[in-house]
């Protein structure tokens, strides 16, 4: 049955990746600058955040579960870094990265541990932080902004400076989904990971620790959150207590584009890569061809939709073929 699977993964990111080529054959033909160099460094730059966050939403839907707080931990890990910044302006960047990463932790950490420990449904869970955590977000800041000429050049750089030629942010993001492949499939608690997902009463009784996964899973994800949130702010040089508002509803969907099952269990990296970079193409090609913010709203719900409905289909598929295997 794995090998059917995989098979069917395989089929479905090949139909993605054709999805793409011809989507990005139509933007060309409507708007000559969408592939130029100039812009694709631009799509992929802007990319770059929505990637880094899947990662941890992949893991965080593998075992069954979901995130909704993720745009308000990336909020208030970049408030505290951005105000810890005006403070202190000769702070290291290497510091302000640390320390909205474990902001983040620590957030994760402890709706993991409520998700884990107590068996609070993620959704629900997830969803009370997501207000708590603004609100702190509004309370740090006494609701006022921090902006551009309260940063340092050094802290704004984290984001906006290359290295030959190629964007801090898209070094963040390579660097991280290589980590990633290679944690999800070559270590133990990677395949533990998938274990979980796929059954976790069975996994539970072949000795997995589930408790422990779950946990890890939100705190990594609430880890990406907070190193997001500096590269946020560092970023669009502002920082919100709105920040990132309803950004998780981005993330989750590049994760079920590309082919990540929210029934968990199921999904490759591979695929999670493809699914945000059509994302970011939508987002950034959509404006280019002059498309109503309306009509970009429906048109993406519409593409992921169809990738729900493809998810769907692929897995019911799986079954039946396992279901003659059996019978034969």
């Given at each position: 049955?794995?090998?059917?699977?995989?098979?069917?993964?395989?089929?479905?990111e090949?139909?993605?990746l054709?999805?793409?080529?011809?989507?990005?054959?139509?933007?060309?033909?409507?708007?000559?600058?969408?592939?130029t160099?100039?812009?694709?460094?631009?799509?992929?730059?802007?990319?770059?955040?929505?990637?880094?966050?899947?990662?941890?939403?992949?893991?965080?839907?593998?075992?069954?579960?979901?995130?909704?707080?993720?745009?308000?931990?990336?909020?208030?890990?970049?408030?505290?870094?951005?105000?810890?910044?005006?403070?202190?302006?000769?702070?290291?960047?290497?510091?302000?990265?640390?320390?909205?990463?474990?902001?983040?932790?620590?957030v994760?950490?402890?709706?993991?541990?409520?998700?884990?420990?107590?068996?609070?449904?993620?959704?629900?869970?997830?969803?009370?932080?997501?207000?708590?955590?603004?609100?702190?977000?509004?309370?740090?800041?006494?609701?006022?902004?921090?902006?551009?000429?309260?940063?340092?050049?050094?802290?704004?750089?984290?984001?906006?400076?290359?290295?030959?030629?190629?964007?801090?942010?898209?070094?963040?993001?390579?660097?991280?989904?290589?980590?990633f492949?290679?944690?999800?499939n070559?270590?133990?608690?990677?395949?533990?990971i998938?274990?979980?997902?796929s059954?976790?009463?069975?996994?539970?009784?072949?000795?997995?620790?589930?408790?422990r996964?779950?946990?890890?899973?939100?705190?990594?994800?609430?880890?990406?959150?907070?190193f997001?949130?500096?590269?946020?702010?560092?970023?669009?040089?502002?920082?919100?207590?709105?920040?990132?508002?309803?950004?998780?509803?981005?993330?989750?969907?590049?994760?079920?584009?590309g082919?990540?099952?929210?029934?968990?269990?199921s999904?490759?990296?591979?695929?999670?890569?493809?699914?945000?970079?059509l994302?970011?193409?939508?987002?950034?090609?959509?404006?280019?061809?002059?498309?109503?913010?309306?009509?970009?709203?429906?048109i993406?719900?519409?593409?992921?939709?169809?990738?729900?409905?493809?998810?769907?289909?692929?897995?019911?598929?799986?079954?039946?073929?396992?279901?003659?295997?059996?019978?034969?």
């Amino acid at each position: 049955m794995r090998r059917s699977a995989t098979f069917s993964e395989s089929f479905r990111e090949l139909g993605l990746l054709g999805f793409i080529v011809i989507v990005c054959a139509v933007f060309q033909i409507r708007n000559h600058n969408f592939l130029t160099l100039s812009n694709i460094r631009d799509l992929l730059a802007n990319t770059a955040i929505l990637s880094i966050l899947s990662v941890g939403m992949m893991m965080v839907i593998l075992t069954r579960g979901i995130d909704l707080s993720i745009g308000a931990t990336l909020a208030l890990a970049g408030m505290i870094s951005a105000l810890t910044v005006n403070s202190y302006r000769t702070i290291s960047p290497v510091l302000s990265l640390l320390e909205g990463t474990a902001v983040g932790l620590v957030v994760g950490a402890v709706i993991g541990l409520v998700i884990a420990r107590f068996n609070v449904l993620p959704i629900i869970a997830t969803l009370g932080f997501m207000n708590i955590i603004r609100g702190v977000t509004y309370l740090v800041s006494k609701g006022a902004w921090v902006s551009s000429y309260q940063m340092s050049d050094g802290f704004k750089q984290i984001a906006t400076g290359k290295v030959l030629g190629v964007s801090n942010l898209i070094i963040f993001a390579v660097v991280i989904n290589v980590a990633f492949f290679y944690f999800i499939n070559h270590m133990k608690t990677g395949r533990q990971i998938y274990a979980v997902g796929s059954n976790p009463e069975a996994a539970s009784i072949s000795g997995i620790p589930r408790t422990r996964i779950i946990f890890l899973v939100y705190a990594v994800m609430g880890a990406l959150s907070g190193f997001a949130g500096v590269l946020w702010v560092a970023k669009f040089a502002s920082a919100q207590g709105d920040t990132a508002t309803g950004y998780e509803l981005s993330v989750i969907a590049a994760a079920v584009l590309g082919g990540v099952s929210i029934s968990g269990g199921s999904g490759k990296v591979s695929g999670l890569i493809l699914g945000t970079i059509l994302l970011g193409i939508l987002n950034n090609a959509l404006p280019l061809i002059n498309v109503s913010p309306f009509w970009q709203q429906a048109i993406q719900g519409v593409v992921i939709l169809a990738a729900v409905l493809t998810n769907v289909l692929v897995k019911r598929n799986n079954q039946h073929f396992a279901l003659r295997r059996r019978a034969i």
